[in-house]
């Protein structure tokens, strides 16, 4: 690929100004750390990088395809394109991520966005030199979607442009096929990264100063299982957790199959591991979570919760939910309620299912309307609020550790998000963005905490 790379850096040594990239990422964490790679491949290859896009040579948008609107939104964007393309010939517009992963969708850019020159898979990432160099020296389209076996690159370093949370890939695919899902689809089978790769990344990241390292991967809770030497989680946590630094670990996202109380201890004893879980719910009717594909029961999920609480009773948890799986009738929604309830999450992000071509959910006829969908969602937003609502009334005179990244919209005030991942703001000057910080909370409201810095 280096050979490519010469190439390209040759084609624009005979310009006076080098070249500019603008790249959208759209969908999960991991997207968007894909990303902070090809832009970091792009700066390889001698590409300046511009938030601007009518200033850009090179415009690249990283789609998802987890949510038919996800989809519906990149088409509409790419059709806007047009215009830039028309006014400026030049222009390289390409398509990557898990929407070009899929046969369908290439089809559909070859057919209806002409405009379009790159379209790159999730695999093909590191393909990005060759294809490029393809578009840029013969002025003709590239598309690559092959599945690339082998070894995970760990040769370009991503593009980085927030200097305080930083997210470290430690796995890529997903081996689930929970029956309504596309990712499995789009982005492989799972691998992990050697240990020795995430503890050098990490190393170097809490080095540079970062204060937040964000560990990904559909479900970090099976890392290493596929390892020559496996490791557990558990056990790359405890790793990670010995490196020098002021940073703190989170990750995203658990799978509650493989949530284990070794994990558990793991984060109870790990001072740098914040005391926080995603961990996707998706239903509490346990015939959805079976006809999902899901592989847990609500009883198994709840003996997660409550074990974690035994030792952290305020360990915090949030989760994604679906609502309106194929035939799900109210009784099933109100079970997902009444989990709700009891496990009183900090936050939830819901979804109306979504059918997805190819997935095993997408065969069932549907006999659950588009209006009782909707209606349910509602309802359980409402209920949320006001668990979010009490909930974050049992840290009202409690002392929370809080990570400033910001200025807030209050006057005055500086926000960030507490160990527990809630959004807190306090009134300081912008000093202590980019630091952990004591905050005694003072007053909360459903989407945030007040507090004054202490220490
Ligand atoms: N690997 C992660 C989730 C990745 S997708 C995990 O298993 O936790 C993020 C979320 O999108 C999922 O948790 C699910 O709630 C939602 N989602 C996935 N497919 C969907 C679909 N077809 N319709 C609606 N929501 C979906
Ligand atoms: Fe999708 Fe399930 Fe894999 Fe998450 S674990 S990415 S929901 S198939
Ligand atoms: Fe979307 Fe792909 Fe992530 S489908 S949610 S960007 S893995």
Same mark, same amino acid.
């Given at each position: 690929?280096?050979?490519?790379?010469?190439?390209?850096?040759?084609?624009?040594?005979?310009?006076?100004?080098?070249?500019?990239?603008?790249?959208?990422?759209?969908?999960?964490?991991?997207?968007?750390?894909?990303?902070?790679?090809?832009?970091?491949?792009?700066?390889?290859?001698?590409?300046?990088?511009?938030?601007?896009?009518?200033?850009?040579?090179?415009?690249?948008?990283?789609?998802?395809?987890?949510?038919?609107?996800?989809?519906?939104?990149?088409?509409?964007?790419?059709?806007?394109?047009?215009?830039?393309?028309?006014?400026?010939?030049?222009?390289?517009?390409?398509?990557?991520?898990?929407?070009?992963?899929?046969?369908?969708?290439?089809?559909?850019?070859?057919?209806?966005?002409?405009?379009?020159?790159? @379209?790159?898979?999730?695999?093909?990432? &590191? %393909?990005?030199? /060759?294809?490029?160099?393809? $578009? *840029?020296? =013969?002025?003709?389209?590239?598309?690559?979607?092959?599945?690339?076996?082998?070894?995970?690159?760990?040769?370009?370093?991503?593009?980085?442009?927030?200097?305080?949370?930083?997210?470290?890939?430690?796995?890529?695919?997903?081996?689930?096929?929970?029956?309504?899902? @596309?990712?499995?689809?789009?982005?492989? &089978? %799972?691998?992990? /990264?050697?240990?020795?790769? $995430? *503890?050098? =990344?990490?190393?170097?990241?809490?080095?540079?100063?970062?204060?937040?390292?964000?560990?990904?991967?559909?479900?970090?809770?099976?890392?290493?299982?596929?390892?020559?030497?496996?490791?557990?989680?558990?056990?790359?946590?405890?790793?990670?957790?010995?490196?020098?630094?002021?940073?703190?670990?989170?990750?995203?996202?658990?799978?509650?199959?493989?949530?284990?109380?070794?994990?558990?201890?793991?984060?109870?004893?790990?001072?740098?591991?914040?005391?926080?879980?995603?961990?996707?719910?998706?239903?509490?009717?346990?015939?959805?979570?079976?006809?999902?594909?899901?592989?847990?029961?609500?009883?198994?999920?709840?003996?997660?919760?409550?074990?974690?609480?035994?030792?952290?009773?305020?360990?915090?948890?949030?989760?994604?939910?679906?609502?309106?799986?194929?035939?799900?009738?109210?009784?099933?929604?109100?079970?997902?309620?009444?989990?709700?309830?009891?496990?009183?999450?900090?936050?939830?992000?819901?979804?109306?299912?979504?059918?997805?071509?190819?997935?095993?959910?997408?065969?069932?006829?549907?006999?659950?309307?588009?209006?009782?969908?909707?209606?349910?969602?509602?309802?359980?937003?409402?209920?949320?609020?006001?668990?979010?609502?009490?909930?974050?009334?049992?840290?009202?005179?409690?002392?929370?550790?809080?990570?400033?990244?910001?200025?807030?919209?209050?006057?005055?005030?500086?926000?960030?998000?507490?160990?527990?991942?809630?959004?807190?703001?306090?009134?300081?000057?912008?000093?202590?963005?980019?630091?952990?910080?004591?905050?005694?909370?003072?007053?909360?409201?459903?989407?945030?905490?007040?507090?004054?810095?202490?220490?």
């Amino acid at each position: 690929m280096s050979d490519y790379i010469n190439k390209i850096k040759e084609i624009f040594s005979q310009r006076e100004t080098p070249p500019l990239c603008f790249l959208h990422s759209f969908g999960c964490q991991q997207n968007v750390s894909d990303g902070e790679k090809i832009l970091g491949s792009l700066v390889k290859m001698g590409y300046g990088v511009t938030e601007d896009m009518s200033a850009a040579d090179l415009i690249i948008y990283n789609t998802c395809a987890v949510r038919e609107n996800a989809e519906l939104k990149v088409y509409s964007l790419i059709g806007n394109l047009k215009k830039l393309k028309e006014n400026n010939p030049n222009l390289i517009i390409g398509i990557c991520g898990c929407m070009a992963q899929e046969e369908k969708t290439v089809e559909n850019i070859k057919k209806s966005y002409r405009h379009v020159d790159l @379209i790159f898979g999730t695999f093909a990432v &590191r %393909e990005l030199p /060759r294809l490029l160099y393809e $578009v *840029l020296s =013969e002025k003709k389209k590239a598309v690559d979607i092959n599945e690339y076996s082998g070894e995970i690159p760990e040769n370009v370093s991503a593009y980085r442009t927030d200097r305080i949370k930083a997210s470290v890939p430690i796995m890529y695919g997903c081996n689930n096929f929970c029956s309504y899902c @596309i990712v499995p689809y789009v982005r492989g &089978r %799972e691998r992990s /990264r050697k240990p020795v790769a $995430v *503890l050098n =990344e990490v190393r170097e990241l809490a080095d540079a100063g970062y204060k937040e390292i964000m560990l990904l991967g559909q479900n970090v809770n099976s890392y290493g299982k596929n390892l020559e030497n496996p490791v557990s989680f558990a056990e790359l946590l405890r790793e990670i957790n010995k490196i020098d630094g002021d940073f703190k670990i989170r990750f995203m996202s658990s799978h509650p199959k493989d949530a284990t109380t070794e994990l558990i201890d793991a984060i109870a004893e790990c001072d740098k591991v914040c005391k926080h879980m995603h961990l996707p719910l998706q239903s509490g009717s346990d015939r959805i979570l079976e006809a999902m594909n899901r592989k847990y029961t609500t009883e198994k999920y709840l003996k997660i919760v409550d074990y974690a609480r035994s030792i952290m009773p305020d360990f915090s948890f949030s989760t994604d939910i679906i609502v309106g799986f194929p035939n799900e009738t109210y009784e099933d929604f109100q079970q997902t309620l009444d989990i709700v309830k009891r496990v009183r999450f900090d936050n939830i992000f819901s979804f109306i299912y979504s059918k997805r071509t190819g997935t095993k959910a997408a065969e069932i006829e549907d006999r659950t309307s588009d209006e009782d969908k909707s209606r349910w969602m509602r309802e359980l937003l409402e209920v949320q609020r006001d668990i979010t609502d009490s909930g974050f009334k049992r840290f009202v005179g409690r002392t929370l550790t809080v990570l400033f990244d910001s200025e807030s919209k209050t006057e005055g005030y500086c926000s960030g998000k507490s160990d527990e991942f809630i959004i807190v703001e306090a009134k300081s000057d912008t000093s202590v963005i980019g630091q952990w910080k004591q905050v005694k909370i003072t007053k909360a409201f459903n989407w945030a905490l007040q507090g004054e810095i202490v220490d």
